[in-house]
């Protein structure tokens, strides 16, 4: 069938508010497109004469396709190679959707995004749907077609998961620099007591190479082993900077509303390594160094005013 122009304009405006959605729902920018994509098909394969608000129909379309794709995507994370990690969204990305209030900017975050691979794919469509697009437990049973109260409960309980996995601490950009500034300063001073001083007694470390380049397989738990790791991580050496192809440049930016340090080389990022902060120090350190979740991050990189490198590695 074909698409009337008014159509397609109805569509192209609520682009970017699906595209949010899918992102935070499936934690992978390539599959939020796809997903987006289908609605689109389906969208003009529909009679929109019939669709008495289109938006809510895309919505539910989304949200429906999104819900099937987890259910694939959890049996392709039990063969996955290692940690799997979200793909990780610069600052200033579109995809990352609204950032008004301070629960939007929660849901986005690469801590959160992480925190809600643990829960059901309702549950997950729940929280994203109320927490950051602030639709009302009427809509979203309208959506997931259940009813008020199992919405509400649903809700409740990924609060819950989310609220138990994390304490919540808010920086700034100016803030997030200071803290990877002094990060960065710790990791590359060869002492390990710098790193420790940074980090919660009960830190984590845990990387995704996606079995293309080389990453820990399980997560370093405690701040001394997690400072021993990234002690190691950040000694130069020039095996490392063949293995890279060059001298990586380290940017301090602001990820998925969390301090992070974002590695360049020669224009490509290779990593970024994001920081989750608590009153008491850095808890975890996230690196997502799967080539295949970064070619976003390098598109936005390269459209943007970037600066400056905090330093060159290795």
């Not at 939020?32 to 019939?50: C, G, P």
């Not at 925190?115 to 309702?122: D, G, H, I, K």
């Not at 399980?218 to 130069?236: C, D, H």
Request: hydrophobic residues 45%.
């Amino acid at each position: 069938m074909s698409i009337t122009a008014e159509d397609l304009s109805r569509f192209e405006w609520s682009r970017g508010r699906l595209e949010a959605i899918a992102y935070r729902m499936l934690g992978s920018a390539a599959e939020a497109e796809d997903v987006v994509q289908e609605t689109f098909l389906r969208w003009q394969a529909a009679d929109s004469d019939r669709i008495e608000v289109p938006e809510a129909w895309l919505t539910k379309v989304l949200t429906n396709l999104c819900l099937n794709q987890l259910a694939s995507a959890r049996a392709r994370r039990e063969t996955y190679v290692g940690q799997w990690l979200p793909e990780p969204l610069l600052d200033g990305d579109p995809m990352l959707g609204p950032a008004d209030t301070v629960e939007q900017r929660e849901s986005v975050s690469y801590a959160v995004l992480t925190l809600l691979e643990r829960l059901s794919p309702n549950e997950r469509a729940v929280y994203v749907l109320r927490e950051a697009f602030e639709y009302s437990h009427r809509e979203i049973a309208e959506i997931l077609e259940i009813s008020e109260a199992s919405s509400q409960q649903l809700y409740r309980r990924a609060k819950q998961h989310i609220a138990d996995g994390r304490a919540r601490t808010q920086v700034d950009a100016a803030a997030a620099r200071r803290i990877v500034d002094e990060f960065l300063a710790a990791a590359t001073s060869g002492r390990t007591e710098s790193i420790v001083r940074l980090l919660t007694a009960d830190a984590i470390s845990v990387g995704d190479g996606g079995g293309k380049v080389p990453a820990r397989t399980s997560a370093i738990e405690g701040g001394l082993a997690v400072a021993r790791f990234l002690r190691g991580v950040f000694r130069p050496g020039e095996a490392k900077r063949q293995y890279v192809g060059g001298r990586p440049d380290a940017y301090a930016w602001t990820v998925n509303s969390e301090p992070a340090l974002v590695v360049v080389v020669d224009g490509a990022v290779v990593g970024i390594m994001c920081l989750e902060l608590t009153p008491d120090g850095v808890t975890a350190v996230r690196t997502q160094a799967n080539p295949d979740k970064l070619a976003r991050a390098t598109e936005i990189f390269a459209a943007i005013d970037h600066g400056e490198p905090l330093t060159t590695l290795l």
